[in-house]
């Protein structure tokens, strides 16, 4: 069996390591992405287990973006606390919590999920945060969170 390299461009590479396209692209500048080329105007960046290769610099302190590729599933569930609390303040805080792995959380008020998930009631046993209804979507697929104008 063939082992195929996929590649990607600059704004998803940006997002599988957590940092902005912007650095993306002074990386490429640098050659310190390893094996991307610029295919006509676009750059062209192979996947290593799921994630660029990133060449170490020789100055400067060690890179924060993500060593491994996101795993967990991101989970998407209304918060009752928030509910309650617009109700008291008359307010319009944003209840719609997704969270994305163990530790990106964002909050909104209406979320486009462009591929499957799954819709999930758990009487017995609740996730953290203490949700017992949540929608679970694959880490790989694409969430929009949008907030209304206030």
């Known amino acids: 069996m063939e082992n195929k390299i ?9 997002s599988l390591l957590k940092i902005c396209p912007q650095r993306v692209r002074q990386l ?3 050659g310190r992405i390893k094996g ?3 295919e006509g105007r ?3 960046i192979p996947l290593y287990k799921g994630i660029p290769k ?15 590729p996101q795993t967990m599933p991101t989970r998407i569930h209304v918060n009752g ?16 919590m997704v969270r994305q792995g163990s530790n990106h959380t964002t909050y ?3 979320v486009k999920i462009n591929g499957p998930c799954k819709l999930t009631y758990s009487p017995h046993q609740s996730i953290p945060g203490g949700a017992r209804v949540w929608i679970e979507v694959d880490h790989d697929v694409p969430i929009i969170p949008l907030k209304f104008a206030t």
């Not at 996929?6 to 940006?14: C, F, L, S």
């Not at 309650?84 to 944003?94: C, E, F, G, M, V």
């Open 108 to 110: 909104c008020d209406e």
């Open 54 to 68: 990133i060449i170490p610099g020789s100055r400067g302190p060690k890179g924060t973006w993500r060593k491994r």
């Open 81 to 96: 606390d928030r509910i309650k609390a617009n109700i008291h303040q008359d307010s319009l805080a944003p209840v719609i």
């Open 28 to 30: 490429l500048a640098e």
């Open 42 to 44: 676009f750059w062209k």
């Open 36 to 38: 991307a080329f610029k």
């Open 6 to 14: 996929e590649y990607v461009g600059t704004v998803k590479a940006a």
